[in-house]
């Protein structure tokens, strides 16, 4: 969304830390010096020493930016999960082809005014009128459980922190019936997309109805 919209200055924010090192490591001018090919094998390999790192806390080293990209560009469906030992646990995924960029200087430029902050949303340091777009978890309704740790509980708080804030708001979601619900009685308005997402956080790639809840604009 950001890198759609290049605005001079921006506010990234995701509680996963190593997107965020990730992106972290392109604001420095990221090029990744990694055999990286379709395998099953180096997969693996590559998730172990990834996971090695995580537990020597190098988890905010090149090598663990550069692992993170090959597990997330190989794993299955794009996923990104952990287990309870914090441990990267996405299997192999089943691509045709895959395409492994291994220069990212040119986003050197495009990110040096945008900061990037890895914490929960709502302690966020936001000026009244900055435009947010918030890209929260997926909504699963009819399970008790919470998918990612991301609760029905957090939900509420997105749209309660989302309905507070001064400036212009858009939010997207899965266009269950209580999301609609929880933001129409917010005050947003509510607008559907057309084209659906093909992938949810449980990696499932059936076409899900996202909604659009927007304020202020
Ligand atoms: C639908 S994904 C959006 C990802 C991002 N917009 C992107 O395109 O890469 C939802 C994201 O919310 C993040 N998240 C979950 N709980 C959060 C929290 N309490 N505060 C901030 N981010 C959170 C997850 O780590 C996940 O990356």
Request: aromatic residues 16%.
């Amino acid at each position: 969304m950001t890198l759609g919209l290049l605005p001079h200055r921006a506010l990234i924010n995701d509680v996963n830390p190593h997107l965020i090192n990730f992106y972290s490591w392109l604001q420095r001018g990221l090029t990744i010096d990694l055999v990286m090919k379709k395998s099953k094998r180096l997969y693996y390999r590559y998730r172990r020493r990834f996971n090695d790192l995580l537990e020597r806390d190098q988890a905010t080293s090149l090598e663990a930016a550069s692992l993170f990209y090959y597990l997330n560009r190989t794993g299955y469906n794009g996923l990104c999960r952990f287990n309870q030992k914090g441990g990267f646990n996405v299997p192999y995924g089943k691509y045709r082809r895959i395409n492994y960029d291994t220069d990212f200087t040119r986003y050197r430029s495009t990110f040096e005014k945008w900061r990037f902050l890895n914490q929960d949303f709502q302690s966020l340091p936001l000026e009244p009128l900055d435009f947010v777009y918030a890209d929260p978890p997926y909504d699963v309704e009819f399970t008790s459980y919470s998918k990612g740790g991301f609760s029905w509980e957090d939900q509420k708080r997105v749209a309660n922190w989302l309905a507070a804030h001064a400036g212009p708001v858009i939010l997207s979601n899965q266009a269950t019936d209580r999301i609609v619900k929880l933001y129409t009685d917010c005050g947003f308005r509510i607008e559907y997309l057309k084209a659906p997402r093909m992938i949810s956080c449980t990696g499932d790639r059936t076409p899900a109805r996202e909604v659009l809840a927007l304020k202020n604009l």
